[in-house]
Nanobody
Framework: QVQLKESGGGLVQAGGSLRLSCAAS????????MGWYRQATNKRREFIAS???????LYDRSVKGRFTISRDNAENTVYLQINSLKPEDTAVYYC???????????WGPGTQVTVST
């Protein structure tokens, strides 16, 4: 089982952009679909986007058109480009194998994104 570590978060003004990275400790090539999720304070973790090994993507309607997910299988990294940030995007962002979200041990530490008005 690979270990995941997210990075790239920070404090940005509304309308700004960030690029989040999710680095895996091993190969992600065998993982069919990798996803990004987020958890705001006092809310449940929610799905944002996913990308298959072949590059097919899926987005939650709340981020479609603003967020772009991609993966580099050679670098064992998954990315999330987030544009036109809104205050409601403030959350801790995580990546994971979409088939392992049930496993509490599979989650990385996440990266905090804070959007100011």
């Amino acid at each position: 089982q690979v270990q995941l570590k997210e990075s790239g978060g920070g404090l940005v003004q509304a309308g700004g952009s960030l690029r989040l990275s999710c680095a895996a400790s091993g190969s992600i090539f065998s993982i069919d679909r990798m996803g990004w999720y987020r958890q705001a304070t006092n809310k449940r973790r929610e799905f944002i986007a996913s990308v298959t090994r072949g590059g097919n993507t899926l987005y939650d309607r709340s981020v479609k058109g603003r967020f772009t997910i991609s993966r580099d299988n050679a670098e064992n990294t998954v990315y999330l480009q987030i544009n036109s940030l809104k205050p409601e995007d403030t959350a801790v962002y995580y990546c994971n194998d979409v088939e392992r979200t049930w496993d509490s041990g599979s989650w990385g530490p996440g990266t905090q994104v804070t959007v100011s008005t």
